[in-house]
């Protein structure tokens, strides 16, 4: 159903005439034995003390639609209805998409802050927590990541980062970067779980 207020009459066209097309249009039905109805009962009210006047017959309102082009003047107005409805779904959606965005990014830094905490293991981890740590801490960005390139209208397969050909990967490492795990560290870190211990928990509530 479509508003009255949205209708407007066309050259030629009497207050009557647009009268039926308001009744026919907004009644929710479109229906023309329904639209007679409306109109008997408008006049029947409107003559009760005067002579009573012809019955107006669903084959009269058809008439009048096909003369004053009825359905494809509500189909235009429907259009137009929902055109503009897309339009402000589509301009709340920006709104909302620009939120999404800014709290990815928040998230984003919060985990470049995290990460340093994490590989200088300032708060003494167990290896297997701290492993276990940065396992969490890469699942989290790779969904913000995903939600953020989502969010751009950007590819989340990263196709545009793909390189075919090869790349010379040139470096020093030094002995201080190079870790190294005991028989016994190596096992814990096999035993690890998917299950968080405390203080991985204490690390995912943060964020």
Not at 23 to 36: F, L, M, V
Not at 125 to 147: E, P, R, V
């Amino acid at each position: 159903m479509i508003s009255e207020t949205t209708l407007t009459k066309v050259k030629g066209e009497s207050d009557k005439m647009f009268h039926r097309l308001v009744i026919y249009a907004t009644t929710g039905e479109q229906n023309y034995q329904k639209t007679a109805d409306i109109l008997n009962e408008e006049l029947s009210q409107k003559s009760q003390n005067e002579s009573p006047q012809k019955e107006i017959t669903a084959k009269a309102i058809a008439k009048n639609a096909e003369r004053w082009a009825w359905n494809e003047r509500i189909s235009l107005e429907e259009a137009k209805k929902i055109l503009k409805d897309a339009e402000e779904l589509d301009e709340e959606f920006r709104t909302y998409n620009r939120k999404i965005i800014n709290i990815l990014k928040k998230l984003i830094d919060f985990l470049d802050d995290k990460l340093d905490l994490i590989i200088s293991n300032v708060d003494g981890y167990a290896t297997s927590t701290q492993m276990n740590l940065l396992a969490n801490f890469m699942n989290i960005l790779d969904k913000a990541i995903y939600n953020y390139r989502l969010s751009c209208g950007r590819s989340t397969d990263n196709k545009e980062l793909n390189h075919q050909g090869e790349l010379a990967i040139s470096g020093e490492v030094k002995s201080e970067n190079t870790l190294k795990y005991t028989a016994e560290e190596m096992k814990q870190i096999q035993a690890t779980t998917s299950e968080p211990d405390e203080e991985v928990q204490e690390f995912l509530d943060q964020i």
